[in-house]
């Protein structure tokens, strides 16, 4: 079965840093575009940054120049370096991965992060 499990979320106090980790099992990883997204409490689930398979990356505004989306196709993992972390960021982190040409979407469960003094 195919599957995305997250890791390395917590509680982090502002200013600080945390790197999630998305590792792919039973899937082409290098076929995936990879992508974190986060929802915070009542607030819909928005994209936070992207990575493509040729290693292009975008980010939301919101983290620009604060968060480093990164992938190993080795080790079929993609990660999201979060640095300077403000409250705003706390929300729940999933993981997401597209195959456009096969038009398959894999989702993972995702992982809390929370900052708070």
């Known amino acids: 079965q195919v599957q995305l499990v997250e890791s390395g979320g917590g509680l982090v106090q502002p200013g600080g840093s945390l790197r999630l980790s998305c590792a792919a099992s039973r899937l082409t990883f290098s076929n995936y575009d990879m992508s974190w997204y986060r929802q915070a409490p009542g607030k819909e689930r928005e994209l936070v940054a992207s990575?493509?398979?040729?290693?292009?990356?975008s980010y939301a505004d919101s983290v620009k120049g604060r968060f480093t989306i990164s992938r190993d196709n080795i080790k079929n993992t993609v990660y999201l370096q979060m640095n300077s972390l403000e409250p705003e960021d706390t929300a729940v982190y999933y993981c997401n991965a597209v195959w456009s040409s096969a038009r398959l979407t894999v989702w993972g469960q995702g992982t809390q992060v929370t900052v708070s003094s």
């Open positions: 990575i493509g398979i040729f290693g292009g990356t």
